[in-house]
Antibody, heavy 116, light 106 residues
Framework: QVHLVESGGDLVKTGGSLRLSCAAS????????MSWIRQAPGKGLEWVSY????????KYAESVMGRFTISRDNARNTLFLHMDSLRAEDTAVYYC?????????WGQGTLVTVSS | DIVLTQSPGTLSLSPGDRATLSCRTS?????LAWYQQKPGQAPRLLIY???DRATGIPDRFSGSGSGTDFTLTIARLAPEDFAVYFC?????????FGGGTKVEMK
């Protein structure tokens, strides 16, 4: 059974940095693309980034390009999202999800709040 | 970016009713996914590749459509189906979502 657990969400000041983690279990982590998707409070879903199992392919939404970096540690079955230069509009629940074209398993999410 | 427009914004129905949710895309796409989200929970994949039900999804959920017009149908609403539903395209990056349709109990 696929299990994804995010952590690292926090209250951070505008311009600050944060690293999110997602611990995966129940499937062959290294064989799958993984993604980050976020949801601002009371809003819809926004795809943020994905990374291939081999780490050779990464893609970002334009809204985070140059500020966010996705990475993974296949030995530890863990996905990361490093976020720099955070803005108020980055405030959201961040979900990690298995897959890239569609997302068949999701974590419970971790809340990032950016405030001055 | 491909824009996904879902309608209606809210659907007020009773258990046992049929629910028909629409998703229109700004450009033709070859396939679409649908997700269900309940308050305080993560989204759950219902339908992928326009027609295929995800593992464990009851057969009262079905997807259809092509081009720019897609539909999620819930044949007979069960009490646990009252939630928000999102469509999503993955034909072209960024992989955009619709704004959602809330299915509420009348």
């Amino acid at each position: 059974q696929v299990h994804l657990v995010e952590s690292g969400g926090d209250l951070v000041k505008t311009g600050g940095s944060l690293r999110l983690s997602c611990a995966a279990s129940g499937f062959a982590f290294r064989d799958y693309y993984m993604s980050w998707i976020r949801q601002a409070p009371g809003k819809g879903l926004e795809w943020v980034s994905y990374i291939s199992g081999s780490v050779s392919t990464k893609k970002y939404a334009e809204s985070v390009m140059g500020r966010f970096t996705i990475s993974r540690d296949n030995a530890r079955n863990t996905l990361f999202l490093h976020m720099d230069s955070l803005r108020a509009e980055d405030t959201a629940v961040y979900y990690c999800a298995k897959g890239t074209y569609y997302f068949d398993s999701w974590g419970q999410g971790t809340l990032v709040t950016v405030s001055s | 970016d491909i824009v996904l427009t879902q309608s209606p914004g809210t659907l007020s129905l009773s258990p046992g009713d049929r629910a028909t949710l629409s998703c229109r895309t700004s450009h033709s796409v070859s396939s679409l996914a649908w997700y269900q989200q309940k308050p305080g929970q993560a989204p759950r994949l219902l339908i992928y590749a326009t027609f295929d039900r995800a593992t464990g999804i009851p057969d009262r959920f079905s997807g259809s459509g092509s081009g720019t017009d897609f539909t999620l149908t819930i044949a007979r609403l069960a009490p646990e189906d009252f939630a928000v539903y999102f469509c999503q395209q993955s034909v072209r990056s960024p992989f955009t979502f619709g704004g959602g349709t809330k299915v509420e109990m009348k």
